[in-house]
């Protein structure tokens, strides 16, 4: 459960009425490009696919997923960012640790999000990633099960493939991140056992299509001013 409210960050992700304290983007117009600085806009369908795990913590307990994609689409102007699908689980069953969950997102398309160009790049990021009006369940297997809602806004740290400061640098794809982020519990249909709030850790790598409506996620992709 715990580690459901995080991914619905993942970036991917969508991985709740939640948002993430990061510093904001520095106003700049934004491009995202076909993998290089120079190369031609891309708008399209975009996949996040987890690295390694992502973890949750909360007063219950620590739990973990290595399993998460989130599909969606955005416009090369960095607007427009939604998410259509998303997925959560550890090995192909409930996401584990001290605590075990079953994950559902909801609430499809988590729409209005955006790619923002930081032109500071605060912390060593590229971007500001926003999931916006995200929303997942979470039954957690504890006194029987309780259900937990978490939703909202998720803002997570974005990098191109080259930048050094990228969450996993053995992989040369652009990449979404979040560390300790803060999300917090949607009380309508939720559990009063539930934390009002968990912290989650995670990372994605972020593909295009390059025949667009494929369903083949090949295309590097870069994000410049």
Same mark, same amino acid.
């Given at each position: 459960?715990?580690?459901?409210?995080?991914?619905?960050?993942?970036?991917?992700?969508?991985?709740?009425?939640?948002?993430?304290?990061?510093?904001?983007?520095?106003?700049?117009?934004?491009?995202?490009?076909?993998?290089?600085?120079? +190369? +031609?806009?891309?708008? =399209?369908?975009?996949?996040?696919?987890?690295?390694?795990?992502?973890?949750?913590?909360? *007063?219950?307990?620590?739990?973990?997923?290595?399993?998460?994609?989130? @599909?969606?689409?955005?416009?090369?102007?960095?607007?427009?960012?939604?998410?259509? *699908? +998303?997925?959560?689980?550890?090995?192909?069953?409930?996401?584990?640790?001290?605590? *075990?969950?079953?994950?559902?997102?909801?609430?499809?398309?988590? *729409?209005? &999000?955006?790619?923002?160009?930081?032109?500071?790049?605060? &912390?060593?990021?590229?971007?500001?990633? @926003?999931?916006?009006?995200?929303?997942?369940?979470?039954?957690?297997?504890?006194?029987?099960?309780?259900?937990?809602?978490?939703? =909202?806004?998720? @803002?997570?740290?974005?990098?191109?493939?080259?930048?050094?400061?990228?969450?996993? %640098?053995?992989?040369?794809?652009?990449?979404?991140?979040?560390?300790?982020? %803060?999300?917090?519990?949607?009380?309508? &249909?939720?559990?009063?056992?539930?934390?009002?709030?968990?912290?989650?850790?995670?990372?994605?790598?972020?593909?295009?299509?390059?025949? +667009? =409506?494929?369903?083949?996620?090949?295309?590097?992709?870069?994000? @410049?001013?």
């Amino acid at each position: 459960m715990v580690h459901l409210r995080r991914t619905a960050v993942l970036g991917v992700a969508s991985l709740a009425a939640l948002a993430l304290a990061v510093p904001t983007a520095s106003a700049a117009t934004t491009t995202i490009r076909k993998g290089s600085a120079a +190369a +031609a806009p891309y708008s =399209g369908n975009v996949r996040a696919s987890l690295l390694g795990t992502a973890s949750v913590t909360t *007063s219950l307990g620590t739990g973990s997923c290595n399993q998460s994609t989130m @599909t969606g689409s955005i416009q090369s102007n960095g607007t427009g960012l939604a998410i259509n *699908s +998303a997925s959560f689980a550890t090995d192909g069953g409930p996401c584990s640790g001290s605590i *075990s969950s079953t994950i559902t997102p909801e609430n499809f398309p988590w *729409s209005g &999000g955006s790619v923002v160009y930081d032109t500071a790049h605060t &912390g060593g990021r590229d971007a500001a990633v @926003t999931i916006a009006n995200f929303r997942v369940r979470a039954v957690v297997n504890i006194f029987g099960g309780i259900t937990c809602i978490y939703g =909202g806004n998720l @803002t997570a740290n974005g990098f191109n493939p080259d930048n050094p400061a990228r969450g996993d %640098t053995t992989v040369a794809e652009a990449q979404v991140g979040v560390r300790n982020a %803060t999300v917090n519990k949607i009380s309508s &249909g939720s559990n009063f056992l539930c934390p009002s709030t968990a912290t989650v850790t995670a990372n994605y790598k972020l593909l295009g299509e390059t025949t +667009a =409506g494929s369903g083949t996620y090949d295309q590097k992709l870069y994000v @410049t001013q």
